[in-house]
């Protein structure tokens, strides 16, 4: 455990050292920011709107009509960032020549692939945790439920675990960063859009798409519903991911 | 100390590395030598455990290099050829960081930074982006990083590559200071660092060894013949008078200096400087003929010794 906090800690000191995680961080929150006025804008234009009709106004659910749009919207920011943050781990350790370091200490293979994970799960854990200030006006002025809210952070939260280990794998692939995060995005894009291809597909392929879409599973959380099949499906994706970057970093070195 | 028995390391096809055997004493400082992609750098991962051999088996300090290497990662120091440093880190807190990876306890770990620091005389730029120091310096955190530990057996590969001659020269008295307690292994193609720092030396080419040993060792085993080298002030009389002693195989003369040759069997020395002395003329400077380094590693090389 010492061992894998080493590596998380000198990882992030290497996020936040550099502009990396800063540049990150702030584009990050513009555009939530962004997403998260225009949606509130919008709720407003439409309460005002409603006013007038008060059964269609009781209707009016700020969870439904703000959150959870804003949470497929920053799912969107994550899959264009998250490859942006994991392309460095293992690409720029191979490129000059610090992995040598690394794998001739006496610590495991595993340990430093957990502990740059652990550390790219902090850095997620920043930028959604700071998008919370946003909930701060909405608790003040209105009253969002706050299950489906948390629910909501949780599916952002596990689908950013499952994202951040495919493109810790991508980075074990290759020396070059802008590959691995090429590869890392079009992978998660494919699986973003999976359940797309189960409207043309039947039968059986039709639940095993869909089962296997990142969109599908994330649509329950942000409606609230806290599902153990999708929690699970997360995790067994970043279990898989971190699974196969294990393999990569062992077959190279016994090549 | 390293122990090395039969190792083969194939890339694919590309054989690297072939049936090598060899042996380093402890305290000593051996030096690996060959020219470039003679498996120098691939014999030295895989004795620190950074690649796996396919044949053969290594043993450092008692321990199996591929079955205990964990064991053996904490009793080596290593300095691979490319510097593994993060230029975004400073001097301190990157060696604090190998510190924490090659698991110094915690209370000791400040302390061990600090003597590695002083040891590699790197007190000026400890607070310095490693980006930002000169080549020689970062030469020395490499080396601080592989002494951080404390280790039995260091393995630097290529230190004075790409270091100006001051600096060269520097880290050769950093190297030369740390011989005693630890076994040292410098892989280099440097004749001259060879002759100036190590006790030993395995000379490698194509994967296979040629040739190891003490240089004196290895020079006297490769000297086909005998002789001296003689200057005196008379030089043309001495060449005439020098070839006419029997038993002087040849006679040669390079700038004011008479070089002479005789089998091995004989010593001719007594003989050539009473007749020096006799014809009075006018000896300045008298010594034995060594075989240098680089003649050495040119007949090793070609195949001309195999062990």
């Known amino acids: 455990m010492k061992n894998i906090w080493a590596i998380t800690k000198k990882e992030i000191k290497t996020y936040f050292t550099s502009p990396i995680a800063y540049v990150a961080i702030t584009v990050f929150l513009v555009l939530v920011g962004f997403f998260f006025y225009s949606l509130i804008w919008w709720f407003n234009s439409q309460s005002l709107q409603l006013a007038r009709n008060p059964a269609y106004f009781q209707q009016l659910n700020i969870n439904q009509m703000v959150y959870s749009p804003l949470f497929h919207n920053i799912s969107i920011i994550l899959l264009l960032m998250l490859p942006l943050l994991t392309m460095r781990l293992f690409s720029e350790e191979k490129k000059i020549g610090t992995d040598e370091l690394l794998y001739t200490s006496p610590i495991s293979v595993n340990q430093i692939i957990l502990g740059k994970y652990f550390a790219a799960l902090a850095v997620l854990a920043i930028m959604l945790l700071l998008t919370g200030i946003l909930s701060i006006f909405t608790f003040a002025y209105g009253n969002p439920e706050l299950a489906p809210l948390l629910s909501g952070y949780l599916g952002l939260f596990l689908m950013g675990v499952a994202f951040i280990a495919v493109g810790i794998f991508f980075s074990s692939l290759t020396e070059n960063q802008i590959v691995s995060a090429i590869l890392t995005f079009g992978v998660l894009l494919l699986f973003w859009i999976l359940n797309w291809a189960s409207y043309a597909a039947g039968g059986m392929w039709k639940d095993v798409l869909n089962y296997l879409s990142f969109f599908q599973h994330f649509d329950d959380l942000t409606r609230g519903i806290l599902d153990t099949t999708d929690i699970i499906y997360y995790l067994s994706f970043a279990f898989f991911g971190l699974f196969l970057t294990h393999s990569v970093l062992q077959s190279r070195r016994w090549r | 100390m390293i122990e090395v028995g039969h190792l083969t390391k194939k890339y694919g096809d590309l054989l690297a590395v072939k049936n090598l055997s060899f042996k380093v004493e402890k305290g000593k400082i051996w030096g690996l030598l060959g020219p470039n992609a003679a498996g ?268």
């Open chain 2, 40 to 307: 120098k750098t691939t014999t030295m991962r895989i004795l620190t455990g950074y690649l796996p051999a396919t044949d053969g088996t290594a043993t450092v300090a008692g321990f199996d290099v591929f079955e205990q290497p964990n064991e053996v990662k904490k009793i080596i120091g290593y300095l691979p050829e490319n510097l593994p440093l993060y230029p975004e880190m400073t001097v301190h807190s990157y060696l604090s960081f190998t510190a924490e990876i090659k698991q110094i306890p915690t209370p000791k770990r400040k302390k061990a930074v600090e003597k590695s620091i002083e040891i590699s005389g790197l007190k000026t730029v400890k607070d310095r982006l490693i980006k930002n120091i000169s080549r020689g310096f970062k030469q020395r955190v490499g080396i601080a990083q592989a002494l951080i530990h404390d280790p039995q057996v260091l393995i630097l590969d290529e230190p004075t590559i790409g270091l100006d001659p001051a600096q060269i020269i520097e880290i050769r008295h950093l190297i030369k200071s740390l011989k005693g307690k630890r076994t040292i292994m410098l892989s280099t193609h440097i004749l001259a660092e060879v002759t100036q720092t190590c006790d030993g030396v395995i000379i490698i080419n194509e994967g296979q060894l040629m040739a190891s040993g003490s240089l004196e060792d290895l020079t006297a085993s490769l000297k086909e013949k005998d002789g001296i080298i003689v200057k005196v002030k008379e030089t043309k009389k001495a060449i005439a008078l020098l070839k006419e002693i029997a038993s002087v195989e040849k006679v040669t003369r390079r700038d004011n200096e008479i070089y002479l040759e005789w089998s091995q069997e004989k010593d001719l020395r007594d003989e050539v400087t009473k007749s020096i002395v006799k014809n009075n003329l006018g000896l300045i400077e008298m010594k034995p003929l060594a075989m240098n380094i680089e003649d050495m590693y040119l007949k090793v090389i070609s195949g001309g010794v195999e062990q």
